[in-house]
T-cell receptor, first 112, second 117 residues
Framework: AQSVTQPDIHITVSEGASLELRCNYS??????LFWYVQSPGQGLQLLLK??????LVQGIKGFEAEFKRSQSSFNLRKPSVHWSDAAEYFC??????????FGAGTTVTVRA | GAVVSQHPSWVICKSGTSVKIECRSL??????MFWYRQFPKQSLMLMAT?????????EQGVEKDKFLINHASLTLSTLTVTSAHPEDSSFYIC?????????????FGPGTRLTVT
């Protein structure tokens, strides 16, 4: 069975600093990969997704993610964090069907 | 585009009663809808997958007689929590998907907070 691991439960960054959120998956083939963001009381918003092709994917809100097959990773990055980026971030994978498996999530706190 | 709504956004009910939550795709036809449950500070757990016009497929450990799912049209799915108990209190989130050959993207609703007293 596939699994998704987000090693960092909570990350605190200063506004303007860079951010990297880690995501590792366990699956026999390359699944479809996603990053979602959830603000308090809100639904999930898709930041970016990877299906195939260029392994560096650009998303909304200045986020990008890099797929590394050799490491089974799909880490999310942002060069300069804004206070509005404080939220819960979920990595998700979808293997052969349309079901998403989510990681446990990483809470991002932004300090002034 | 691709907006999904849920109603109600928040509901309190007494133990033993039933609660219905609606999930609507507002600007597209959703051939597949998904229902998730999220506990505080935890991830989303898939409860069931429903395709329009057919019975829902429940994940292992989810009681299908307790969580009734109906997907009667391409824009509406409902989740009914029957004989609710305090342990059913949770955040329920739906999502909708357009089946295309290129995308497995799901569009999520804002969620429904259920509190059973």
């Amino acid at each position: 069975a596939q699994s998704v691991t987000q090693p960092d439960i909570h990350i605190t960054v200063s506004e303007g600093a860079s951010l990297e959120l880690r995501c590792n998956y366990s699956y026999g083939a390359t699944p479809y990969l996603f990053w979602y963001v959830q603000s308090p009381g809100q639904g999930l918003q898709l930041l970016l997704k990877y299906f195939s092709g260029d392994t560096l994917v650009q998303g909304i809100k200045g986020f990008e993610a890099e797929f590394k097959r050799s490491q089974s990773s799909f880490n999310l990055r942002k060069p300069s964090v804004h206070w509005s980026d404080a939220a819960e971030y979920f990595c998700a994978v979808a293997p052969n069907d349309y079901k998403l498996s989510f990681g446990a999530g990483t809470t991002v706190t932004v300090r002034a | 585009g691709a907006v999904v709504s849920q109603h109600p956004s928040w509901v309190i009910c007494k133990s033993g009663t039933s609660v219905k939550i609606e999930c609507r795709s507002l600007d597209f036809q959703a051939t597949t809808m998904f229902w998730y449950r999220q506990f505080p500070k935890q991830s989303l757990m898939l409860m069931a997958t429903s395709n329009e016009g057919s019975k829902a497929t429940y994940e292992q450990g989810v009681e299908k007689d307790k969580f009734l799912i109906n997907h009667a049209s391409l824009t509406l799915s409902t989740l009914t929590v029957t004989s609710a108990h305090p342990e059913d209190s949770s955040f329920y989130i739906c999502s909708a998907s357009r089946r295309t050959s290129q995308s497995r993207e799901q569009y999520f609703g804002p969620g429904t907070r259920l509190t059973v007293t």
